[in-house]
């Protein structure tokens, strides 16, 4: 595929870190060199970790195995999931940046309806550094998007809007469907281009999918933490999932703002429906006791932090969740061990504004 | 400009009627002939009643003039405004169809990205005849779609969804700005065609624009109301958000769904801002207050009918709003005698059931 016909600007390309998490060789990133190159990458490779992973040369990279994890983090690799996507967030804890962009390599670059090459990561950053309108609904979508506003009816005292702190892109080609509905609808593909960015209100929860996600590490960081699946655990392709409502329910007591929409990539193949049913199905009874745990979760008004925030999540998870199954225990535990991880790595939290309008 | 290439189907021809408030001849109507010609049509004439609105040939329709407001609802006839778009919800009222799409005389056919003429209503009908997803958030937004679903991650318990009360659709040219943002952005006009429908998430409020807007008048019919505005009132331009808050409690409280998004009409011209900003400055600031009320506004389990809700939501607007200005008391009375005036046009309401899955 070509690249873009104009070169692509590099924004924040010193404030913004790229997290793979990954099993092969990254030949992926060849088409994304246009817009990938100048960027940091962190890799964490999952599985053996005396495999070696091929990356194509003219990348800055650091590429973290499972005895690199163990040994940076002791005991507490404990919460960092095994043979599982969700390692990736292992990442997001070791980086310094400021913005984290993650991709799954089965992503492509995608075309939009006139053909041209899409710069994701661009229309990540530029959702990131614009700001949310959790507050009220806009029907035109994103009001401070070129040619748009807010319409008629919208309250003046609410247009300054709040920090952007995450932003979900989309994906053209397969899309992110469960085992079951992958099973009835094998054929299905997204065609679909719909242009537009938009803010999911504040209140309302949403299935974050970590294939093509960004986000304000300074903002939420701590809260991106994707639990624990894969090797040793009853569940797995929950963890993008479980990211998603406890950084929502976050987002939401912080005055933060959760963007979905703008950019898709491709997403070139569907993982297999009969395997992905086994790690799901417990996965789908749970949700039905989940989702109503989130949707109805409240965060004292001192938790002022997104560790904080985080911890009081994990008292709630383990009293109210820990009654459904026992995993739910085990993963409470695991959270208060990913933010005492995330902490040693990256100093003590400061308190944050309020970031809405 | 031509017809479409295939004949239209005429969904739902003998269940829904178009209601049009007007002041002038309705030329308009010859360029939705092809689309709107099958269905009746209730021309709510404002301003003069000795002035004749001609209606071009071939159509079906009633025209009600002030003169006969007075005397079909005699003194209950004080809720319908005049001189102001808001007398459209006369129309509502002595429908006695199960579905209303109503538009103004400004708006066109607009054209889809490949150039097709749009059948604004036949996608109204499409929105309000499939189900709504007010509870969760489909980051692939309509699952109900064709070539769509609902993404891994969204509660089996959920897919049912929630019935449909109201169909918003927006607008291609000029957009539907406020006074302040139409004199800042005078040249703006929108040309972002978002090819999507979604469901506004339970809790969230939005600015509900009446220019083109189908609804289930048997769902939600008796909270339709438009206010008082324009002769002898404080305030304009602010009927059909009035009527967006009270249903959007209203639909949240019922379990009923409200999608916005397609379809898009080509609204013609920009009405004078300086005129707008006369009609609009009492409620930039009053929007302030409401916005709060209405998003803070609960209802008791035992309005189970929209009318009991519309009754319970005018005594609090009397005792909250009353405080920020006495148009709020006089507003308040007057959803009491709309609904008086409905039920005496209409008949007693039956309780419905919840409508959520």
């Known amino acids: 595929m070509a690249g873009p016909s104009v070169p692509a600007t590099f924004l924040l390309k010193d404030e913004l870190d790229i997290v793979i998490p990954t099993i092969r060789n990254l030949d992926f990133l060849e088409m994304w060199r246009p817009f990938f190159q100048p960027y940091h990458l962190i890799i964490v490779q999952d599985g053996d970790p005396s495999k070696t992973i091929k990356v194509p040369e003219g990348f800055d990279y650091e590429l973290y195995n499972r005895n690199d994890i163990n040994r940076i983090l002791g005991p507490k690799a404990s919460c960092i999931s095994f043979k599982d996507s969700a390692c990736r967030c292992f990442g997001y804890m070791v980086s310094k940046k400021k913005y984290i962009y993650t991709i799954d390599d089965d992503c492509f670059v995608a075309k939009d309806p006139s053909g041209k090459d899409i710069n994701a990561l661009e229309q990540h950053i530029t959702n990131l550094l614009c700001p949310s309108t959790p507050l009220f ?6 009001p401070y998007r070129d040619g748009a506003d807010f319409v008629r009816g919208y309250p003046f005292s609410m247009r300054e809007g709040a920090k952007t702190a995450v932003s979900h892109g989309l994906w053209l080609n397969v899309p992110d469907y469960d085992a079951p509905t992958q099973l009835v609808k094998p054929l299905e593909r997204n065609t679909r281009f719909v242009d537009a960015v938009m803010t ?32 040793g655990q009853p569940i797995g392709r929950y963890d993008d999932m479980w990211a998603g409502w406890c950084v929502k329910v976050i987002c939401d007591h912080l005055g933060l703002g959760v963007k979905t929409g703008l950019p898709y990539i491709y997403h070139s193949k569907a993982s297999n429906p009969f395997v992905n049913l086994k790690k799901e199905y417990k996965g789908i ?20 932090t997104v560790q904080s925030c985080y911890l009081e999540l994990s008292k709630q998870v383990k009293e109210k969740l820990g009654k459904v199954d026992e995993y739910f225990v085990k993963l409470a535990d695991a959270m208060v061990t990913w933010i005492e991880a995330w902490d040693e790595l990256n100093g003590a939290p400061a308190a944050i504004a309020n970031g809405s309008a």
Do not use: H, V
């Open 200 to 231: 999911i209100p504040k209140g309302t929860l949403f299935p974050m999918c970590g294939m093509n996600l960004a986000f304000d590490r300074e903002l939420i960081g701590p809260a991106m933490y994707f639990g624990l699946m894969g090797d």
């Open 137 to 142: 609904f806009n029907t035109l979508y994103d």
């Open 285 to 304: 009874f749970w949700q039905e006791e989940c989702i109503p745990f989130f949707q109805s979760a409240t965060l004292p008004k001192d938790c002022t």
